[in-house]
């Protein structure tokens, strides 16, 4: 049985496939590919897109989706192996999802990070209790990593450059927020941008803003085989140049992780990090770059409206692309 917890786990050829599948539905929307199937999407987290383009995925595809929230409408869950639970939750997860493998075909899992020690959450707990117990295939709908939206994103690079991405400039931006956030989309864009051969810069304001090393292994590993190559770079003007794609994002700085109060004033001195006009007009072809983001965006904080607003913004066709990939990834996870 195959999970899809991350893209690392599956092959190129794999993934490929499923992107082409995934352009398929773009063109035909409607099939009988879950005819008789249903899915159980669980929300620890809120959700507009995953939500939204599951269930309608799956309804689609001649489908059912079933959504669920623990602790507000479905029993909180417990994890830890071997505790005495006589806390706050009421079910351990080797019952909640050998349950619901009985109900369903497919699991879905959002999780995100507690914030307080990097040390257990980069262990993705509760995503890998549910891959643990279940005995249906479960699909990641974004713990600390959002490989979901690293399909939708390769699929609308494709649309756009074509399959072969080999040699095209992409630039993984940190931008300021105020607040420290989720490293998994930033994990994710490292993950497929090196997986497809691109040429990656990571700009970030300095060191401390580095991802972590199991991340930045996976790019190492990623680049020997593909023939990519990754640069780290701290200087927005050399990053931004000649950029064919600029991906922006803000994470927060693993060494202050669960740790506000500290990285606030660190955090406060890089506002400038906004992805402007300015710094578009530096990337290929006088300005002609691509800029996306995997949405939601503050807008005017982390990019400007008229860098959402331009005509070389792909972030609303990358989150249609969720559409489009969701199925193609329950449908290839059903055919076994």
């Not at 383009?53 to 799956?58: D, N, Q, R």
């Not at 304001?205 to 190492?220: H, I, K, S, T």
């Not at 922006?248 to 500290?262: C, D, E, I, R, V």
């Not at 982390?302 to 607003?309: L, N, Q, S």
Request: glycine share 6%; proline share 4%.
């Amino acid at each position: 049985m195959k999970h899809f917890l991350n893209t690392q786990d599956w092959s190129r050829a794999e993934l490929d496939a499923v992107l082409d599948e995934a352009a398929a539905f773009k063109a035909s929307r409607f099939g009988q590919q879950m005819t008789g199937r249903s899915i159980a999407l669980v929300f620890f987290n809120p959700s507009l897109r995953t939500r939204t383009s599951f269930e309608i995925g799956a309804w689609q595809m001649g489908g059912h989706a079933v959504v669920l929230a623990p602790g507000k409408d479905a029993w909180p869950i417990e994890f830890e192996v071997g505790t005495v639970m006589d806390g706050d939750t009421e079910e351990h997860i080797a019952e909640v999802a050998r349950v619901l493998s009985r109900y369903v075909d497919l699991i879905g899992v959002r999780a995100f990070p507690k914030f307080v020690d990097w040390t257990l959450d980069r262990e993705d707990t509760v995503l890998r209790g549910f891959a643990r117990h279940a005995t249906v295939p479960v699909i990641n709908l974004e713990t600390i990593t959002h490989p979901c939206q690293e399909l939708a994103h390769a699929l609308t690079l494709r649309e756009r450059f074509g399959a072969d991405l080999r040699g095209r400039k992409y630039v993984l931006t940190w931008t300021y927020h105020p607040k420290a956030l989720n490293t998994a989309v930033a994990n994710s864009a490292l993950t497929i941008a090196t997986r497809l051969g691109m040429d990656v810069t990571l700009l970030c304001p300095n060191p401390q803003y580095l991802l972590d090393e199991r991340y930045m292994g996976w790019a190492q590993q990623n680049i020997a085989e593909s023939g990519g190559s990754l640069t780290v770079s701290h200087d927005i003007e050399a990053a931004y140049r000649d950029a064919d794609v600029v991906y922006a994002k803000s994470w927060g700085a693993l060494p202050f992780f669960g740790n506000w109060t500290a990285e606030q004033p660190v955090r406060e001195r890089y506002r400038h990090f906004i992805v402007d006009e300015a710094k578009m007009a530096l990337t290929r072809d006088g300005g002609q770059g691509l800029f996306s983001h995997c949405l939601p965006l503050r807008r005017n904080v982390k990019a400007t409206d008229g860098v959402m607003d331009s005509p070389n913004c792909i972030a609303i066709d990358e989150a249609e692309n969720r559409l489009h990939v969701q199925k193609a990834v329950m449908a290839r996870l059903l055919r076994g």
